[in-house]
């Protein structure tokens, strides 16, 4: 019996090839890849090129916090180039970098380091690494450094990382972004095109007194983690011009997960007067805090937040404005909290939606000096659903067409409910007392 089930099962695997025959080949191929790589080395042949890995101490930087490393570094990102590309390396140090690190093509490069033991020192007033107008930053990473401003005082549009030709399947990963005296600059600005692009535990320490990263269109952009700090200390004074992440337009499959986004203007914009419209935005667990406006949406964005934390804005948590007449809104989940905490003058407003529709399910919202919920007379189509609305000023206020307000709880407002919709809506199964 035991043969005939032996060639049954032969016969089932056209040739023979089993799941661990395969196995067997990648093993004897992989293991025939790394004898040629090792015998290459024992003869002392050359890796390709694509393999080389340029460090700039090679170059004549010292790394050494006083010798300006200007024209090494800028020597090591040059051969790459002319080589085809290639790995270019910041070993553990502190490097002074006087002007601006241009990569002149679109070579695939890694720029690299050790970790935040390797600083690059910004000391100039303009870009720090630039990759210029026409020339595409291409499936590039930027890893593991650290970028220090010194010395000057940065300006708004002077950014640590330019992209000014687009990025393209590309990587920034573990890359800390702080200041010895001198605040810098914007963070990682894209102009033209930003497609398929990650941003990895990116720390912006700033404080950033421009824009911490700036989204070209494209799609599929993904920031995950790290932190944007606009305010050294919320309590003594937020920029109101600064923006945390600024997603210009005409981008899609946008995700903003587990990322902090602290005293700015603006924490998050989405979209640009005047501009194309973005497509659609992903924000999930993710905070905004302490800023001017926490979310501001212009464009007809259809946005998915999820069980994120917004709280202790001047003017909102969240705002979608007039112009964004076709924007479609999710939130699910999640707080909008104490509006007006840091004492400074503005509506301290939850939620406000002035355009578009949207539904809202299972948020707190709470603590806000103004409005809760705070819906204008040009939104149509919306539902409020089983949210807590507590001690807020006014717990909601309601415009609009076409909606319901369902089965959420207000209390402890100084006034629950203001009900100035208009035509078709359904308030109903509302559990409201206890009066602040």
């Known amino acids: 019996m035991g043969k005939s089930i032996a060639k049954e099962s032969s016969a089932a695997k056209p040739g023979g090839n089993t799941r661990r025959d395969w196995l067997r080949g990648a093993a004897v191929t992989g293991g025939s890849v790394m004898a040629a790589l090792i015998g290459q080395k024992a003869l002392g042949g050359q ?3 694509r393999l080389r890995v340029f460090d700039v101490t090679q170059f004549g930087a010292k790394g050494d916090g006083f010798t300006d490393d200007t024209v090494s570094a800028q020597a090591a990102i040059d051969a790459a180039l002319k080589a085809g590309g290639g790995l270019i390396h ?4 502190r490097y002074r970098i006087t002007r601006t690190l241009k990569f002149s093509s679109s070579e695939r490069v890694d720029v690299t380091g050790d970790g935040a033991s390797s600083t690059l020192l910004h000391e100039h007033g303009e870009h720090l690494l630039e990759w210029k107008s026409g020339v595409s930053c291409r499936e590039v990473s930027v890893r593991n450094l650290c970028f220090t401003s010194v010395k000057t005082k940065k300006p708004y549009d002077a950014a640590v990382i330019a992209c000014l030709g687009g990025c393209e399947r590309s990587f920034f990963h573990h890359l800390l972004f702080n200041t010895e005296g001198a605040p810098m600059g914007s963070g ?3 102009e033209n095109v930003m497609d398929t692009t990650t941003l990895d535990h990116c720390l912006m320490w700033g404080p950033v007194r421009g824009t911490g990263v700036k989204v070209a269109r494209g799609s599929e952009v993904r920031i995950f983690g790290g932190r944007l700090i606009g305010a050294s200390d919320p309590y003594v004074a937020v920029d109101k011009e600064n923006i945390g992440i600024h997603l210009v337009g005409n981008n899609g ?19 640009e007067p005047g501009g194309p419209s973005n497509r659609e935005v992903f924000i999930t667990h993710a905070t905004f805090d302490s800023s001017v406006h926490g979310v501001v949406q212009t464009d007809n964005t259809f946005t998915s937040i999820a069980g994120c934390w917004a709280a202790s804005s001047d003017e909102d948590q969240i705002l979608i404005e007039e112009s964004a007449r076709g924007a479609i809104l999710t939130i699910a989940g999640g707080t909008i909290f104490n509006g007006g905490a840091y004492g400074r003058p503005g509506a301290h407003n939850g939620i406000v939606v002035k355009a ?5 399910s299972g948020i707190a919202v709470r603590h806000n000096k103004g409005t809760g919920i705070l819906v204008g007379d040009g939104v149509q189509e919306y539902a409020i ?15 609009g067409d076409f909606y319901t307000f369902t089965g959420n709880v207000l209390a402890h407002n100084k006034t629950n409910l203001v009900d100035r919709g208009g035509k078709n809506k359904q308030i109903t199964a509302n559990a409201m007392g206890n009066p602040a």
């Open 253 to 271: 499959g946008v995700h903003i997960v587990t990322t902090d986004i602290i005293g700015l203007g603006t924490g998050l914009k989405i979209g």
């Open 188 to 190: 990682i600005v894209v």
């Open 47 to 49: 890796p390709p090129e």
């Open 356 to 360: 578009g529709s949207f539904t809202m």
């Open 385 to 399: 659903t089983g949210c807590r609305v507590t001690y807020n000023g006014t717990g909601a206020e309601l415009g």
């Open 90 to 93: 910041f070993p553990a140090g």
